[in-house]
């Protein structure tokens, strides 16, 4: 969704989707929204790349795993029934509630760095909130089949709206676009207390329960917050779009 999204932002900017072509001082605008679309995010990926590479060389005391880890957190909050899996990739970690599976990936999994255990940890997170009943976890999941219709094609929508910019049909539907872009950056608004929720959770139970060191839990905690960052970036990067495509509409 978002490579789509910096798509139709560039074909925004050297084009004329709303039927005009913004003056020298509104073309400069619209430029810098458009650098700090990409910017932001881009910094925020360099810079959790970088934390985690960095951490990743750093050993926990107790020679554990990350997988090990998160049995361990799993089966002291009585989450016997999930099962962790070992999937390709890198930071492609997740937990899946459809399946009650904490899948890690290759960076993460079988891997005993304190970055590792964090990640690994910070998924359990997610699987404690859904077994809670946590209040934004719940609303988030509510919110991702519709999510997921209006991630893959408000642009589509925006496009065709904007072909028919000449009918009358053109104007709702340039509209319409808008509204399902709303709707992600409202999920993604969603996302934010989750993911910082179930940071908060993983580093106090791997303090909790001794499974790093005091000196080591500063550095997973590192790892977490760079983390954590990427889905701010993903966020005012999607609100910048987003008031990109409102200026838009209000110049037509």
Partial sequence: MYTMSLAVAALMD?????????????YGKYLLLFLAMIIIPLIAQINVKATFSKYSKVNNSRGLTADQVARMILDSNGLHNIRI???????????????????????????????????????CGHACQHAENYGPILLRTKLVPITNICSRFWYLVLIIGCILSSLTIGTPL????????????????VTLPCEFNASDRALKTLERDGILEMAEVPHAQKVLKAAALTYVASLVSSMIQLLRLLLSVRRR
């Fill in 174 to 189: 340039i509209y319409l676009s808008i509204a399902m872009f709303a709707a992600v950056v409202v999920f993604q608004i």
């Fill in 14 to 26: 050297y084009g004329s989707y709303y039927g005009y072509r913004s003056s020298g001082g509104n």
């Fill in 85 to 123: 899996e070992h999937i390709s990739g890198n930071l492609s970690d997740h937990f899946d509630p459809s399946s009650n599976v904490v899948r890690l990936s290759d960076t993460v999994y079988g891997q005993t760095s304190v970055a590792a255990i964090g990640v690994a940890a910070h998924e």
